[in-house]
């Protein structure tokens, strides 16, 4: 247990870095193979829907056929995308490779790791402690994200000073996030036994559907909200804002990478700020009533006139957007079994996974159209101030083990 917990800290660093590193470049290394943005949209909405499928699979299997072995899987998973991705532009192959394969187009977290980890890690903290941690676990994720963007991005920009051609830049940039995807693989391995389900998890997996049981109806209730949000946020995935930034004001990779570092760094923050709040106004209230401004931001974001202030609004989004996801993911540990836990967060992964599923797609639609582009911005915000509202009056009666 004691190398455990570094371990999984470890691994969550090195695989956000690697998801922000390919996010800065992903659609411009697309657009480069000679894909339009309605095919750009369209292969990011197949990764997600991809993710939906291959992560419900390990994850509603993780508890009872072993939770390292499955993390292992996912890490071969992202490096079969990595190689495929770099070596074609064949739209067929890409899209059969999306489906299958696990690559990130937002920076933020895909495949079946989240879920497995947040449950090994419950089961290694008293509840006390468990938001907390997570809060930890968000923010070392976000700073890695936010190097990994400024990384990735500045090294498009030094490898075409250097004379390389956008499109073998971009290349070398998808091969890192390939070699990222063997380290993990190999630290997944050493993981103890502590970190896998309790016993009873395997008897009761078997008699139930996805893995879940008691907590079922609480989950699945959870999932339908998260769907709206997921479905919100895939609307303005890193990839699509990159490429939006680009169109609009012809902003560079390098530059893009300082842009999203500035952002995640900020996100970071914030969600190292949601356990402090959590501990006064509780998990369901800092969830909402954080989310509801952010939203705000989001939809002035294409309203701005000139470059620094879209960039200003985008940032101080940013620094309060983040102060959800360590609460909502510490809510959901909170109110299932110990043994429904992998099963309950890659339910509600998969919710999220299936929400965002069509949203890349609109937005490429979107961003092909000169006097939509800012469109994005504004139907995301307004869904999911939506979504808060929802959660609000449907959950703020249901309290967590350590506010009874």
Do not use: C
């Amino acid at each position: 247990m004691k190398k455990d917990i570094p371990l999984l800290f470890t691994t969550r660093v090195i695989r956000m870095f690697g998801y922000g590193f390919l996010s800065v470049v992903l659609a411009l290394y697309l657009a480069q193979r000679g894909l339009s943005e309605a095919e750009i949209g369209l292969l990011l909405t197949l990764t997600l829907a991809g993710d939906a499928a291959v992560t419900l699979w390990i994850t509603t299997s993780a508890d009872r056929m072993g939770r390292r072995r499955m993390l292992v899987f996912g890490a071969g998973l992202m490096i079969m995308a990595g190689v495929v991705f770099s070596l074609t532009g064949n739209f067929i192959l890409l899209v059969v490779t999306a489906i299958i394969g696990v690559i990130s187009p937002s920076g933020n977290e895909i495949g079946p790791f989240l879920s497995i980890e947040q449950a090994a890690l419950s089961q290694l903290l008293p509840d006390e402690k468990r938001t907390q941690i997570f809060a930890w676990y968000n923010l070392v994720g976000s700073f890695a994200t936010a190097t990994g963007a400024l990384v990735g991005g500045g090294l498009a920009q030094l490898l075409q000073g250097a004379g390389y051609s956008p499109l073998n830049s971009y290349r070398a940039v998808l091969l890192g996030y390939t070699l990222i995807g063997v380290v993990l693989g190999d630290l997944f391995l050493l993981l103890s036994q502590a970190v896998e389900a309790p016993r009873l998890a395997e008897v009761v997996s078997i008699q139930s559907k996805f893995g879940l049981h008691k907590s079922r109806r609480v989950v699945l209730k959870l999932s339908s909200l998260f769907a709206i949000d997921a479905f919100a946020g895939g609307l303005v995935v890193q990839s699509m804002v990159a490429y939006w930034f680009n169109m609009k004001f012809g902003v560079q990779p390098a530059v893009l990478g300082s842009i999203f570092f500035g952002a995640n760094i900020l996100a970071g923050v914030s969600a190292l700020s949601a356990a402090w709040i959590a501990k006064r106004i509780g998990l369901i209230h800092t969830m909402v009533f954080t989310h509801i401004p952010s939203n705000i931001l989001l939809i002035l974001v294409p309203l701005m006139p000139t470059l620094p202030l879209a960039i200003l609004v985008f940032l101080l989004r940013f620094s309060i957007s983040q102060m959800d996801v360590p609460t909502r993911q510490s809510y959901t540990m909170a109110v299932v079994s110990p043994d429904e836990r992998s099963a309950a967060m890659g339910v509600t992964s998969i919710a999220r996974s299936v929400g965002a599923t069509l949203s890349p797609a609109i937005t490429g639609q979107l961003l092909a159209v000169p006097s939509l582009i800012g469109a994005p911005f504004l139907i995301a915000g307004i869904l999911k101030i939506v979504y808060d509202l929802l959660v609000w009056r449907g959950f703020r009666a249901l309290r967590p083990p350590e506010e009874v």
